[in-house]
């Protein structure tokens, strides 16, 4: 793989786990101020629990992409380890190709549902619920290109053989 594929993809990892790592501590700590809130003072943030649910959304899409690009996700592991190297090494193309399509089918049905959602406001927030549907297609873009970074290992393997 060529060099600037290969810092790409680390920065790209570096991105994501800082991002997930970041939302992971707002969501605990708006939890710990709703709970404490409501325990200790009697009193709770209409709008937190709108929020956290916005931030969990991101995170599991984006968690979910960051799995894929660093080949951590368990179907498709469970998948490869049922065929021997040569038949391992095709299946691993096709699912490249598979989760390529896939991709391509999340980005265009979770743009058009976050449109729609663009009129609906979360209640607490006031915010439109559209933005939490955008997770959908930056996840699916980030599961595009490390299909297409899977299919550039794959196309140069099978020439090295």
Same mark, same amino acid.
């Given at each position: 793989m060529t060099g600037w594929i290969?810092?790409?993809l680390h920065g790209m990892d570096r991105v994501l786990s800082g991002v997930i790592g970041a939302i992971l501590i707002a969501v605990f700590l708006l939890n710990l101020y709703q709970v404490g809130g409501r325990y200790l003072f009697g009193v709770g943030a209409v709008w937190i629990p709108d929020l956290t649910r $916005? %931030?969990?959304?991101?995170?599991?899409?984006?968690? @979910?992409?960051?799995?894929?690009?660093?080949?951590?996700? *368990?179907?498709?592991?469970?998948? $490869? %380890?049922?065929f021997p190297g040569p038949?391992?090494? @095709?299946?691993?193309?096709?699912?490249?190709?598979?989760? *390529?399509?896939l991709a391509s089918v999340m980005a265009a049905v979770g743009w058009r549902i976050m449109e729609i959602r663009m009129d609906i406001p979360y209640t607490g927030l006031e915010i439109p619920t559209g933005y939490a549907y955008l997770a959908v297609p930056v996840a699916a873009i980030l599961i595009a290109l490390a299909s297409l970074v899977n299919l550039w290992e794959w196309v140069g393997q099978r020439k090295r053989e």
């Open positions: 290969s810092r790409g $916005l %931030l969990f959304i991101w995170m599991v899409f984006l968690g @979910t992409a960051l799995m894929y690009q660093r080949k951590r996700h *368990l179907v498709i592991d469970v998948l $490869l %380890l049922k038949a391992r090494r @095709t299946i691993e193309g096709l699912i490249a190709l598979g989760m *390529l399509g």
